[in-house]
Each structure stands twice: as C-alpha cells, then as structure tokens.
Antibody, heavy 122, light 108 residues
Framework: EVQLVESGGGLVQPGGSLRLSCAAS????????MNWVRQAPGKGLEWISY????????YYADSVKGRFTISRDNAKNSLYLQMSSLRAEDTAVYYC???????????????WGQGTMVTVSS | QSALTQPPSASGSPGQSVTISCTGT?????????VSWYQQHPGKAPKLLIY???KRPSGVPDRFSGSKSGNTASLTVSGLQAEDEADYYC????????FGGGTKLTVL
C-alpha cells in the first residue's frame, strides 16, 4: 500500500524550532518529488515547500522562506521539514504530499499523509 | 486571503449535478493547464480528484469532471451521492502552487 506517515508535531513556544518527518512506503520514494502543505485550523490548504527527487531543487512559499528547510533521505525513505523561528500563524496541520510527476510545481499532489499538528503558543 | 476564489458553499440533492467554480487570473488558472482539484472529508487528508484541468486519477469515479474557461476552472459532480459531502479545493500552478479557499459541498 502506498503510504505517507508524518510525525514530529506538537506544542512549541513562539520563536522555537521543530522538525517534522514523513515516512514513505509502498512506492520508490527516491524517484518522486515531494511537498509540504499545511492547513491552519478551520482554514484552507497552503503549499509551503517542494523538493525534487535528488534534493537539487527546493522551493518555499514566501510565508516560510528563510525559516523552514525541506530535506530528504532517500536511503531512509523519509522527508523532513525543519521549522525555526516559529510564529503563532504557523499553527496548522502539516501534510506531506507526493508530486504526481516530474514537472516540478506544475504537478498535482497525488498521495497525502494523514498530517501532524503543530501548535505554536506560549 | 486565498490566491484563487471559490464559493464558500454549494449544495445539491442526491442524483443532481453541482458545479464549483475556481477563479484566478492569467498568471495562474488562465495561464496554465495545471489546475487540480482535491476532496477533503472532515478530519481527513485531501484526496486528488482532478489534475491538469480535466484528467482523473485511477479510481476516481467519472461522476467527477473538470474544465476550464479563461481564468475560471470548474469541478462538476454529477449524480450526487451522500458521500460527496466534503470540502473541495482547487489548486493551480502560478510559479509557485496556490490553492483556493475551499468550497463546502452539502448533499441535501
């Protein structure tokens, strides 16, 4: 079964850091580009970051640029999101999502994890 | 404020058809054929319904169809069923990836 499972969410104080992980299974992880998408409570979806299969190209939304870093370890079938300088407005469910093709940000997101909740509050 | 504009709500009776619009600009929806649609049930992850304006992934019923005219994309759900009650989001390539604010579909 094709599956993505996020972990690492929790409660963090403003200005703090957190690292999210996404474990992939059921497909050849190393051949797919990946994304992080978040959803604030009661709000819509927001794309925040992209990484290609070989980690040579990364993109970020303006809202997280300079604070978040996407990375991956193909040997471990894992995707990561290092988040720093966290703000209250970063409170959201964070989803990892597989890109359906090789067209970079033109691709749809065809497989999603169940999400992990990040709460930024003092 | 979302980059793409969707109506907050839509509704229809079982068996009817409903269309949800997604309005952008020539820099996103109107400029590229990379519009996708996602279905999200409460507390669940989004699910891909439509990609590249009108293509359906394997396993998605043909009751779901997509189209585009100018700067507006549309998702049509035909033969409404109770399980179609969910939130629906459009998304477009725009240099980055942007989403609409979502439409809550109610099956009456």
């Amino acid at each position: 079964e094709v599956q993505l499972v996020e972990s690492g969410g929790g409660l963090v104080q403003p200005g703090g850091s957190l690292r999210l992980s996404c474990a992939a299974s059921g497909f050849t992880f190393s051949t797919y580009s990946m994304n992080w998408v978040r959803q604030a409570p009661g709000k819509g979806l927001e794309w925040i970051s992209y990484i290609n299969s070989r980690s040579t190209t990364m993109y970020y939304a303006d809202s997280v640029k300079g604070r978040f870093t996407i990375s991956r370890d193909n040997a471990k079938n894992s995707l990561y999101l290092q988040m720093s300088s966290l703000r209250a407005e970063d409170t959201a469910v964070y989803y990892c999502a597989r890109a359906s093709g090789n067209a970079m940000l033109r691709d749809a997101f065809d497989i999603w994890g169940q999400g992990t909740m990040v709460t930024v509050s003092s | 404020q979302s980059a793409l504009t969707q109506p907050p709500s839509a509704s229809g009776s079982p068996g009817q058809s409903v269309t949800i619009s997604c309005t952008g600009t020539s820099s996103d929806v109107g400029g590229y054929n990379y519009v996708s649609w996602y279905q999200q049930h409460p507390g669940k992850a989004p699910k891909l319904l439509i990609y590249e304006v009108s293509k359906r992934p394997s396993g998605v019923p043909d009751r779901f169809s997509g189209s585009k005219s100018g700067n507006t994309a549309s998702l049509t759900v035909s033969g409404l069923q109770a399980e179609d009650e969910a939130d629906y989001y459009c998304s477009s390539y725009a240099g980055s990836r942007v989403f609409g604010g979502g439409t809550k579909l109610t099956v009456l």
